[in-house]
Nanobody, 122 residues
Framework: QVQLVESGGGLVQPGGSLRLSCAAS????????MGWYRQAPGKQRELVAH???????NYADSLKGRFTISRDNAKNTVYLQMNSLKPEDTAVYYC????????????????WGQGTQVTVSS
């Protein structure tokens, strides 16, 4: 019933910008932390950034200053603004959210989006 739908990936040149969106939908009681991860070819999935319901944020050190995470609680949506993109940023980007579904008490469940490809190339 609960799912995350991502959008905004694509091909950009080095130095360009891209904005990713991820909306949670379904039978949702509440959403706690939301975040973005990425996985480059041949590498482990790594945290990009996460954000709490109160807008407290945390970033990977290498991305601080270039990427910005934000959320719209009314829309159950998390965003990732990516600026000054580098070829090393090429990866599949996944969003996630810790959600209490309706009918499951107060338990939090981790949900993942399907992933969206970001390619930075000249």
């Amino acid at each position: 019933q609960v799912q995350l739908v991502e959008s905004g990936g694509g091909l950009v040149q080095p130095g360009g910008s891209l904005r990713l969106s991820c909306a949670a939908s379904g039978s949702i009681l509440s959403i706690n932390t939301m975040g973005w991860y990425r996985q480059a070819p041949g590498k482990q999935r790594e945290l990009v950034a996460h954000i709490t319901k109160a807008d407290s944020t945390n970033y990977a050190d290498s991305l601080k200053g270039r990427f910005t995470i934000s959320r719209d609680n009314a829309k159950n949506t998390v965003y990732l603004q990516m600026n000054s993109l580098k070829p090393e940023d090429t990866a599949v980007y996944y969003c996630n959210a810790d959600i209490s579904p309706t009918g499951r008490g107060r338990d939090l469940w981790r949900y993942w989006g399907q992933g969206t490809q970001v390619t930075v190339s000249s």
